[in-house]
């Protein structure tokens, strides 16, 4: 019924994707998975600090080019949350499931 719907996240890993989801209540997030690990690195958008992209980020072109497009989808649609996998700030305003339903 497209309340949830997964996306190719090139770049990261081999396979990586990431996820809409939009509730009963018309709230619509994205989870991006390690594309960037907190929010800034969309809002940039950023890549990750030079030892972790070097450690984790298989193509490093192609996460920044994910990044930009994710940022782009931001910026047209404000109500959307965009939540990264580490950020900390981001799931402490969100809650942590089942609270990000209400």
């Known amino acids: 019924d497209g309340r949830l719907v997964l996306v190719p996240l090139p770049g990261h890993t081999p396979g990586s994707v990431g ?8 709230r ?13 690195g969309v809002e940039g958008p950023r890549q990750k600090f ?7 980020d298989r193509d490093p072109a192609r996460t920044l080019a994910q990044l930009a497009k994710i940022r782009l989808l931001l910026r047209s649609d404000p109500r959307l949350s965009v939540i990264p996998a580490h950020d900390a700030r981001v799931q402490a305003a969100l809650g942590y499931f089942p609270h990000w339903l209400e």
Do not use: H, K
């Open 19 to 26: 996820l809409f989801v939009t509730l009963d209540s018309g």
């Open 28 to 40: 619509r997030l994205f989870f991006s998975g390690d594309t960037s690990w907190r929010l800034e």
């Open 50 to 56: 030079f030892a972790g992209r070097a450690l984790v």
